[in-house]
């Protein structure tokens, strides 16, 4: 399995900042996303992180919000702007496996917003 | 849009006996489908891959696909409390990232 280091782990933060979290992963990846689970909900992809341009969003999510980077294989990051305390989430980066369509999650980022 | 049905539960299950998680998926195009086990607090773990129709096995894991039915199934044999968890199914038609559904919770009684 791959393996996905994610950081931070939680953070608190204030209303209108904006956070950033990263995303490692090994080169047994292809593909990149981007998931957010809201408090006792399952998992919704924000974006596919493309590398080297702009990431593609689901529906809901628009970029102003969620800017995403990848400017390599291995590494992406995930920025939640202007938060409020709607955004408090966890974001889960994963990965594809190279040989199989097998998903990987990274430890996720617990984000709370006062 | 891409749907994924699970039955929410809890489901109760005794140790010992098996568990049967079931899963329907709107999408006919469909060519992969995984379940995935988390636990409270924790990233989701994959546990079971399927792609064609039939079962397969792993350990007291099976899981069933019926593509004519759009129905995925996970069976767990001698069910412990270690396996008491939310169990996600998931599934994938193309390029885009998996749709999950919301989740089953699993409860094994002692």
């Known amino acids: 399995s791959a393996v996905i280091s994610q950081k931070p782990s939680r953070d608190i933060c204030q209303r209108g900042t904006s956070l950033t979290i990263q995303c490692q992963v090994d080169?047994?990846?292809?593909?990149m996303f981007w998931y957010r689970q809201q408090p006792g909900q399952s998992l919704t992809l924000i974006a596919t992180?493309?590398?080297?341009?702009?990431?593609?969003?689901e529906s809901g999510f628009v970029i102003d919000k969620f800017p995403i980077s990848r400017p390599n294989l291995t590494f992406s990051t995930l920025t939640v702007s202007n938060m409020s305390p709607e955004d408090s989430s966890i974001y889960l980066c994963s990965g594809r496996g190279v040989y199989t369509g097998e998903l990987f999650f990274g430890e996720g980022s617990r984000l709370t917003v006062l | 849009q891409k749907e994924v049905e699970q039955n929410s539960g809890p489901l109760s299950v005794p140790e010992g006996a098996i568990a049967s998680l079931n899963c329907t998926y709107s999408d006919r195009v469909s060519q992969s489908f995984f379940w995935y086990r988390q636990y409270s607090g924790k990233s989701p773990e994959l546990i079971m891959s399927?792609?064609?129709?039939g079962d397969k096995e792993d350990g007291r894991f099976t899981a069933q696909l019926n593509k004519a039915s759009q129905y995925v199934s996970l069976l767990i044999r001698d069910s412990q409390p270690s396996d008491s968890a939310t169990y996600l199914c998931a599934v994938i038609g193309g390029a885009d990232g998996l749709t999950f559904g919301k989740g089953t919770h699993l409860i094994i009684q002692p």
């Open positions: 080169s047994q990846v292809t593909m």
């Open positions: 992180a493309n590398q080297g341009s702009e990431a593609t969003y």
């Open positions: 399927i792609y064609s129709n």
